[in-house]
């Protein structure tokens, strides 16, 4: 029950960086590494406004939240939207979301140091206790908030006209800008939904365990196999291949040593690249030529 119980929790935490990646990703094709940096950015920033500002906890979120969305989109603004005027390819997006992140992750720890912090200072207890195992109320929180953050994503981006649209850029943004559709406005959008997505998580899982400036780049890498075992386009998809990440890593480190989770990982993810690359949902994108 206990191992039920803990992969309930990464499985929330992985489903919604899973969606926050995948919102980007799929308007973009950008391997948007710079994301990771938002989730830890996120999290230190609720920790500088609620302890060293000494602002309420409800307004640090707020705040945070609201920055790293503004993170998000500059980054797009400053970068990505001229790089893709001019047709760059690829590599060049991971390049340059890499050295974003970089940046990003020594100017934290710059600020803030290397040292492992908590953003959660509620006595620490032993939790509720659940037939046998023990869950904190922070978790609980956690798997809520994830959940009901994914469906209600889930039903904006297909019952809303910008989330339509968002769709639609995905799946052809020459023929979006024929339409009347602004595949760069709608870009913006995704990035922001994605970042608002990822500093929630990031918050969070600090709130959960701690934090160091480099815990992001391992939610990222969590998230992003968890979206690529999932498969494109799949709500269901993604909650399956979060599941089985989180799975696969519990009784990993259960059975073997905690050492074995990342290790794990990756195993499945060779493994789903190499025999089923469509993911669980086996869909491609479509895309319609003019």
Sequence with gaps: MQNAINIAIAMSIYSLLACSYAIIYYATKIFHVFHAGIIVMAAYLVYFFSFRLLFTFGLSVLLSITTSITAGILCDLLFYHSMRKKNLPSLSFL??????????????SLFFGDDTKVINTSEITVGHQVFGAYI?????VTIFISFALLIAVN????????????????????????????????ILIAFAIGSALAAV?????????????TFGFNLLLYGVVAMIIGGVGSTRGLLAGSLLV??????????????????????????????????????RLKKVEV
Excluded at 96 to 106: A, D, E, G, H
């Design 95 to 108: 390049i340059v979301s890499i050295s974003l992140y970089v940046v990003l992750q020594n100017a934290i």
């Design 136 to 140: 904190t109320t922070i978790q609980i």
């Design 155 to 186: 039903l904006f981006l297909h019952f809303t006209k910008i989330g339509k649209s968002i769709r639609a850029v995905s799946s052809n943004p020459d023929l979006c800008n024929i339409y009347g559709i602004s595949s760069d406005k709608i």
């Design 201 to 213: 998580a990031g918050i969070l899982s600090a709130m959960d365990t701690n934090m160091t400036p």
């Design 246 to 283: 989180a799975t696969a890593q519990h009784l990993a480190a259960f059975y073997l040593d905690t050492k074995w989770m990342d290790a794990v990982t990756y195993i499945i993810l060779i493994l789903f690249l190499i025999w089923k690359p469509l993911g669980f949902s086996g869909k």
